[in-house]
């Protein structure tokens, strides 16, 4: 059991980095493609069907039956909230605010599966209670400070990133109960279920006359930091769905949750611009809490 939690821990940590890369990338390429939601929902419709694409690849190699019955609807679910969560993350962190809206996003999906895990797992103990508290100060330190370029985040851009968090908390408990039907197929329904809620939102928007006349700029930049986007995600959300059935989910969801660290890094370093002494404490602030939580 013991094994089992490390590796639930590590998996995380490693889940946290590559959606920290991920999510960087997909609001670079939202950024590039016009900054709008109807841009941000066409970039996650050619992402995701890549990311599918490849998945479904993957399971005829590897002979996976498909998934019926309850891990088939929170696989769909999983990928309905995501692919909404992730065109209000995406055009939030477009319009620059990138600590903030990482921030408030990483807290609000940490704290809702780690609130089912405590009801359906029961209490994970003291100290990683403590170390969950940490670790969610640990986000806010990171996160919360000036963001890369200086831009104040407007009320709009919060509302957006607090939509965005709460999708991405109930994608993570929805992503554990599906993950139950196996490893990769569970993404896979998820990714079929923001194609298809992703699609009727693109199509509905194009009925409407200021959505028709705006038109996506597929730019080099944007489909090159989408395709990075893709790899990224797509990595990152497999670990996740091995952290999870490899421990808890509260444990999977706090720990991964930890991903503004590399989003904010990599801002810092695309714009040459070095961490502040805030986000620097953050880090060691986040050790701390990776250390009580894994103990």
């Known amino acids: 059991?013991?094994?089992?939690?490390?590796?639930?821990?590590?998996?995380?940590?490693?889940?946290?980095?590559?959606?920290?890369?991920?999510?960087?990338?997909?609001?670079?390429?939202?950024?590039?493609?016009?900054?709008?939601?109807?841009?941000?929902?066409?970039?996650?419709?050619?992402?995701?069907?890549?990311?599918?694409?490849?998945?479904?690849?993957?399971?005829?190699?590897?002979?996976?039956?498909?998934?019926?019955?309850?891990?088939?609807?929170?696989?769909?679910?999983?990928?309905?909230?995501?692919?909404?969560?992730?065109?209000?993350?995406?055009?939030?962190?477009?319009?620059?605010?990138?600590?903030?809206?990482?921030?408030?996003?990483?807290?609000?999906?940490?704290?809702?599966?780690?609130?089912?895990?405590?009801?359906?797992?029961?209490?994970?103990?003291?100290?990683?209670?403590?170390?969950?508290?940490?670790?969610?100060?640990?986000?806010?330190?990171?996160?919360?400070?000036?963001?890369?370029?200086?831009?104040?985040?407007?009320?709009?851009?919060?509302?957006?990133?607090?939509?965005?968090?709460?999708?991405?908390?109930?994608?993570?408990?929805?992503?554990k109960f599906a993950g139950r039907g196996g490893l990769i197929w569970p993404l896979a329904t998820a990714r079929m279920g923001s194609l298809t809620v992703c699609s009727l939102l693109v199509g509905g928007m194009s009925l409407h006359s200021a959505a028709r006349d705006e038109t996506l700029r597929l730019t080099q930049a944007a489909v090159v930091w989408a395709l990075v986007a893709v790899l990224l995600d797509t990595s990152g959300n497999l670990l996740f769905v091995a952290a999870t059935r490899a421990g808890r989910l509260d444990v999977a969801a706090v720990l991964a949750s930890l991903y503004p660290a590399s989003t904010i890094l990599l801002a810092a370093w695309t714009l040459h611009e070095r961490p502040t002494p805030r986000q620097g404490l953050g880090m060691v602030v986040a050790v701390a809490a990776v250390v009580m939580i894994t103990i």
């Not at 190699?61 to 999983?78: E, I, K, N, Q």
């Not at 940490?110 to 990683?128: D, Q, T, Y």
């Open 1 to 175: 059991m013991e094994m089992l939690f490390h590796g639930n821990a590590l998996l995380a940590l490693a889940a946290a980095l590559l959606w920290g890369g991920g999510d960087f990338s997909g609001g670079m390429s939202v950024k590039r493609a016009g900054g709008t939601m109807v841009a941000a929902l066409r970039v996650i419709l050619l992402s995701h069907t890549v990311s599918l694409g490849i998945l479904l690849v993957v399971v005829w190699l590897r002979g996976d039956a498909f998934p019926h019955g309850t891990p088939l609807v929170w696989g769909l679910v999983a990928g309905a909230t995501a692919g909404i969560a992730l065109a209000c993350f995406y055009v939030a962190l477009s319009r620059g605010a990138m600590g903030a809206s990482a921030a408030l996003s990483g807290l609000l999906a940490a704290a809702i599966p780690a609130a089912v895990s405590g009801v359906s797992e029961g209490s994970p103990g003291v100290l990683r209670l403590v170390g969950f508290l940490v670790a969610g100060t640990a986000i806010w330190l990171i996160a919360a400070g000036p963001n890369p370029e200086a831009t104040p985040a407007d009320r709009g851009t919060m509302w957006l990133a607090i939509a965005g968090g709460v999708g991405f908390g109930i994608y993570f408990v929805a992503l």
